[in-house]
């Protein structure tokens, strides 16, 4: 006899409702389950709780993307091209899933709880997985988009599901609106919790981004083991809460233990062993030590050598410090380390530097990582030295502070569009704005042999803003022959003796001929690196390309 408070219909059960629960235990129990019979209408639901589903699942689907992307942004660099391809297979391979959804013709319910615990556990153990296969280009890649297009296959099922869950409780109408209105909203809640609370508010490290994510996801299905329980026989449910039970057991476990597996992973990228790591809002960082030497990695990426930094700052301080006339305002952008404002503060004359980086967390390393620190002379804490930390274009934009003697820019390589933006015209007349008519400025500017377009068009956006240029270089071990370019408002010649004496590696001998550049360095056509057209990420990006 059917229990008129437990409908179902033919395509949204396992079959019509047994004849007792004893019934539905004996014929699950027998291997079998019932055959479908048609009843009059489905059980009914709540819709409200199938909608707060569909925005969890979705805010968790947006995230598990973002996190794809940051990930590869961080080990492959290239941010434009890594966050073009992961949000291009995530929507293929969601389309996919949902044309995938129409073979699932019985059992919604219960397969929509499966979809979840499978998209808790492939979406929130990714960013682990991902971690772990660090050191290995070709593994990570494939693990990436192999990973990624799962994930977007199973958020791509579970909205058609939910949507065919409720059609008998809401007017299509209704549906389809209420539905995707919860998609969006939990698109959008996505983005922003991941990018401002979790990232930069929190720092939260990436991977525990996903377990925790994966945790909601899971949380998700087993209450909708309840929610949903009148279209799921008995002895499915407690399968299926234990199901949930154990894939939530071992995101709790990879959670403990996720700490220790990524720095197994991490440690295969690096030859020395790491004695620190963080993710900052803005980029990983990475401090490694060995064979006597101190380093430091922002997203993979070398910024100093212990063994040789020393000629990578003299030769970006030195010159303009003794080429300017001027020396008691100083400006630094970027050099959040700390190194060039040890080189800086040797001279007594100079009364004031501001330094402007991005990230807290590295100068905050750079004064309390005892390496660090006794590498830089604790040069941040001294009393002349403020620190601000802000985007530099938008404080040489918004602020109007100086106007200053000299300048040292120090920014990472225009590997992408936000690092390539502190390379264009606009920045550089910016940053002449900033000095005074007499000041000088000094800027890293890649390398001339290795990335020898990209150096030219450094120089030439810097002529185009209007400034006077003298490029030189230098070799650095760790870098090969490195850049700068030597920039004042009003014409200059190269400086022929330093101001200060004994460095390490700079000596009036030395410092002429770094304005000298052989053939294979000599100055090339290079276009004007502008904010609507940044050409120097392409150039950059090309010649990258041909040394790896």
């Avoid at 952008?333 to 402007?356: F, K, N, W």
Wanted: proline share 6%.
């Amino acid at each position: 006899m059917t229990d008129p408070q437990n409908p179902v219909g033919p395509q949204e059960q396992p079959g019509g409702p047994a004849a007792s629960d004893a019934t539905a235990t004996r014929s699950s129990q027998a291997g079998a389950l019932p055959p479908p019979r048609p009843t009059a209408a489905p059980a009914p639901v709540t819709p409200a709780l199938l909608l707060l589903t569909v925005l969890v699942i979705a805010t968790a689907g947006l995230v598990y993307e973002l996190l794809a992307g940051a990930i590869a942004t961080s080990v492959l660099g290239n941010s434009l091209r890594q966050y073009s391809l992961t949000i291009g297979v995530y929507l293929f391979s969601m389309g996919v899933g949902s044309y995938a959804s129409k073979f699932i013709d019985r059992r919604l319910a219960e397969r929509f709880v499966d979809v979840e615990y499978a998209a808790a556990l492939i979406g929130g153990t990714q960013g682990l997985l991902l971690f772990l296969a660090y050191g290995h280009a070709v593994a990570f890649s494939l693990l990436l988009y192999v990973t990624l297009f799962a994930i977007g296959m199973l958020v791509g099922i579970e909205i058609p599901l939910l949507m065919r869950i409720l059609r008998s409780e809401l007017d299509f109408k209704d549906l389809v609106a209420k539905v995707l209105t919860f998609d969006y909203l939990g698109a959008l809640l996505g983005s922003l919790v991941f990018s401002i609370v979790l990232v930069e508010f929190l720092m939260v490290p990436l991977e525990q981004i996903g377990l925790l994510f994966g945790l909601l996801n899971c949380a998700v299905g087993i209450l909708s083991t309840w929610i949903l329980r009148r279209r799921i026989y008995p002895a499915l449910r407690l399968r299926l809460r234990i199901k949930g039970t154990v894939v939530a057991a071992t995101l709790l476990c990879a959670m403990f233990y996720s700490g220790r597996l990524r720095a197994l992973g991490e440690q295969e990228l690096y030859g020395d062993r790491i004695i620190f790591a963080q993710q900052s809002a803005y980029q990983r960082l990475v401090v490694t030590a060995g064979d006597g030497r101190v380093q430091l990695f922002l997203d993979g990426n070398l910024q100093f050598s212990s063994l040789d930094e020393y000629r990578y700052h003299e030769a970006l301080v030195h010159p303009a410090m003794a080429a300017a006339r001027r020396r008691s305002r100083i400006l630094v952008l970027g050099g959040g380390d700390g190194l060039a404002v040890r080189e800086l503060l040797r001279y007594p004359e100079v009364e004031t530097i501001t330094l402007v980086d991005l990230d807290p967390a590295v100068t905050r390393l750079a004064r309390t990582l005892p390496a660090l620190r006794k590498l830089n002379a604790g040069a941040l804490e001294d009393p002349r030295v403020e620190l601000v930390h802000d985007d530099a274009m938008v404080w040489l934009d918004q602020a109007r502070r100086g106007p200053f003697d000299v300048a040292i820019v120090d920014f990472p390589d225009p590997n992408n569009f936000a690092l390539g933006k502190l390379y264009t015209r606009r920045f550089y007349q910016l940053l002449s704005s900033a000095l005074s008519q007499e000041g000088l400025a000094a800027v890293q500017s890649t390398s001339p042999l290795l990335s020898r377009e990209s150096f030219w068009c450094v120089e030439a956006s810097m002529r185009a803003a209007g400034l006077h240029t003298a490029p030189y270089h230098v070799p650095i071990p760790s870098f090969g022959e490195w850049g700068y370019v030597l920039v004042g408002r009003a014409p200059l010649a190269p400086p022929r003796s330093l101001r200060q004496k004994g460095l390490r590696y700079l000596n009036d001998g030395v410092l002429p001929g770094m304005f000298v550049f052989p053939q294979d360095m000599a100055r090339v056509d290079a276009e004007v690196n502008r904010l609507n057209h940044q050409v120097l990420v392409r150039y950059y990006s090309r010649e990258l390309s041909r040394i790896f």
